[in-house]
């Protein structure tokens, strides 16, 4: 195609278009990319007409082994030294910057991730009192712009003049501009609502304010006087910022509906990185909702078949990672290293959240999910990734998410280091219409959720390790490692089934360390958890929401592993005093303190309270479960250390248990 390398990515572009579709056709079309960074002003754009075919694909990859990063940010090199806050800082005019900047929440320098000026520096205050969530208000739903804080942790306000408060509440995240603190009273005043009541003991902190800008390693922006302020680290000299300047670096947009889609395109070892996803402070909502899923990922797929990502890195990211987006289908990422996300990994399939009985009681004639048809994405493939080190700025973000979207395969992958939830699945609350069917997630590691390998967390609840909503007929779980799953106030369960969730299957799942259950449903009908591992939980090892007048679930032939705390517990409406709500048998249940508790009701704290009322295992089964249920040490052999493997005398398999591989998770090393 020429003699030389060619000056772009839009230039290599162009000269496969020139291409005869004869040529084309003949072989795979490779556009080998000189290591080195490569600043976008734009997005790169790929279109119907630039795929290829299944013989002959078009092949974006590194020239050499050598890193390839295709960036969205804007690089900030002039710095002067000066003093703030009694600190010798750096200082950068951002209005010199070429081609301008837009207010930004993430920067990182010299490569890595820094921190926006925040108090306090590490860790969390709790709110004392939430005035405007007040009874009286309670009919306007309790949404407010105040807050205060504790007397002990006055000292963090002394200066204190600007920011934005960052308020953890439930399974959301709140961005609330500082409008005014009054020091007397304790109460801090925001300029925009929460999106939910905000209580008391919720975790919140500040960040990007002027007096903040005390700890080597962080940052603050001037707005007015569009100045960058940042303290170095020990021994940082040379100083080279990103401020994030695109949503996405890559844009694959086909037309579904015209059936004109992009197919056939592959991305091989290439690094995207220092995009970002805008929350005004000046106008809009305080927080983008459940899983921070309304926004774009750095990586945008619409309209795409066939296309394959292997062997990529999705890093320095301020927004999701990829995002396969309507009228996708067939396409797999494989191999990829998805980290330091400002929210999470992956979102697949339209973001509808369709009418169901929730919002209107007692209907079942609701009208098809999607609009147009040509939106629906299926049987994508997402295998051998690691997902981690996200919602590091929208920190209800999750690792991975299905919307409306069937028949993907999700398997051998790691997820970790989120702050909410794993793996999500679903997107229709209660018994209406959804699209998340046929879904299988196997194989997968997926840990320290809620609380992070580095020991920060939990701050939010009501999360999982996988999340599950609506009509899930056909979806399976099976043959996932699941723990250190924790919560804030309530909520950490790995297998979680929300409103809705029907008709999926898991099974042969590993759980343990669970802060609350390592199975929970909240409510929904016909789902069966058999051949499980399910080991120590705070509050139970299986838990139940609410009772319905049909069978919630069928639980068999599990193991079910305590440390003291009961087996089962219930919610806020299901007594575990009532009959037949679900059915459990054939399991095999022990206690490592040897006392057996069945069952307790719900408590204020969420967790198991020794003083409080629990059922025996007698009590238990006159209600009718577990009548065939065995209590027995299942011998694992080393169980408080993560070793669930099972002597081969096991009493388990006595109750029909089938023991399953147990290191078989997790990405392959596959060539």
Not at 325 to 353: F, Q, T, W
Not at 625 to 635: F, K, N, R
């Amino acid at each position: 195609m020429g003699d030389g390398p060619f000056r772009s990515l839009e230039a290599a572009r162009d000269a496969v278009r020139k291409l005869s579709l004869d040529e084309r056709r003949k072989q795979p079309v490779e556009i080998c990319i000189l290591p080195g960074s490569y600043v976008r002003k734009q997005p790169f754009l790929l279109e119907a007409q630039d795929g290829g075919t299944k013989n002959a694909p078009v092949i974006y990859r590194s020239w050499t082994d050598k890193p390839v990063v295709i960036s969205g940010g804007r690089e900030v090199r002039d710095w002067t030294r000066t003093e703030l806050n009694g600190r010798s800082v750096l200082v950068s005019d951002l209005s010199q910057l070429p081609e301008g900047y837009a207010p930004f929440e993430q920067l990182w320098v010299n490569g890595h991730r820094t921190v926006q000026a925040r108090t306090p520096n590490h860790g969390y205050l709790n709110i004392a009192s939430a005035p405007d969530a007040a009874p009286a208000n309670v009919g306007g739903k309790g949404v407010g712009k105040r807050l205060t804080y504790a007397l002990a942790d006055a000292h963090h306000f002394a200066r204190v003049e600007e920011g934005v408060v960052v308020v953890f509440n439930k399974w959301l995240e709140y961005h609330m501009p500082l409008d005014r603190i009054d020091r007397t009273n304790r109460l801090i005043s925001c300029t925009k609502k929460s999106m939910r009541p905000i209580e008391v003991d919720d975790d919140f902190y500040l960040e990007g304010g002027r007096d903040m800008l005390d700890q080597p390693g962080e940052w603050y922006l001037d707005r007015e006087e569009k100045k960058l302020y940042y303290l170095p680290l020990p021994g940082e000299s040379a100083v080279i910022a990103m401020i994030p300047a695109l949503t996405n670096v890559l844009r694959i947009e086909g037309n579904a509906a015209g059936k004109q889609w992009v197919e056939h395109v592959q991305f091989r070892g290439l690094t995207f990185s220092h995009t970002t996803w805008d929350l005004p402070r000046s106008s809009g909502p305080s927080g983008l909702g459940q899983a921070d899923i309304t926004m774009e990922g750095a990586v945008y797929l619409h309209g795409a078949k066939h296309c394959l990502f292997d062997h990529c890195e999705i890093t320095a990211a301020g927004n999701y990672g990829l995002e396969i987006g309507p009228g996708c289908s067939e396409n797999r990422v494989l191999h990829c290293d998805l980290h330091d996300l400002g929210a999470g990994g992956i979102m697949i399939g339209p973001k509808i959240r369709p009418p169901s009985d929730k919002e209107d009681t007692g209907n079942r004639d609701f009208p098809p999910v999607l609009n147009n048809p040509s939106d629906a994405t299926r049987h994508n493939e997402i295998a051998d990734c690691r997902i981690y080190d996200g919602g590091r700025y929208y920190h209800c973000a999750v690792g991975l998410w299905i919307g409306q979207s069937p028949d993907n395969h999700v398997h051998h992958n790691e997820i970790f280091d989120f702050y909410y939830t794993g793996i999500s699945s679903g997107w229709t609350w209660g018994y209406g219409t959804g699209l998340a069917t046929g879904n299988c997630f196997e194989y997968n590691h997926i840990h320290h959720i809620g609380r992070l390998t580095n020991g920060d967390g939990p701050v939010l609840s009501d999360m999982g390790g996988i999340y599950t909503l609506g009509d899930q007929t056909g979806t399976v779980i099976r043959n996932n490692v699941f723990h250190d799953i924790m919560a804030g106030k309530y909520g950490g369960w790995a297998i979680y089934f929300d409103e809705g969730t029907r008709n999926i299957l898991a099974e042969n799942n590993l759980v343990y360390r669970c802060r609350h259950s390592c199975f929970n449903q909240h409510y929904g009908r016909d789902n069966l958890v058999r051949n499980n591992i399910f080991a120590f939980a705070d509050t139970s090892l299986v838990s139940l929401g609410k009772a319905e007048a049909h069978t919630s679930f069928v639980l068999t032939n599990n193991i079910l592993l305590s440390d003291g705390t009961p087996f089962y517990s219930g919610g806020y409406k299901y007594q575990v005093d009532k009959s037949n709500i679900f059915k459990a048998d054939g399991n095999l249940v022990w206690s490592t303190t040897g006392q057996v508790f069945a069952a307790q009701n719900r408590t204020t704290s969420r967790l198991y309270e020794p003083d409080q009322p629990v059922l025996t295992w007698q009590e238990w089964q006159a209600h009718g479960y577990d009548q065939h249920s065995v209590i027995a040490d299942p011998g694992f052999k080393d169980p408080a250390n993560g070793d669930f493997h099972l002597s081969a005398d096991s009493p388990a398999i006595r109750i029909g248990f089938k023991p399953f591989p147990l290191d078989q998770t997790g990405p392959r090393n596959l060539k």
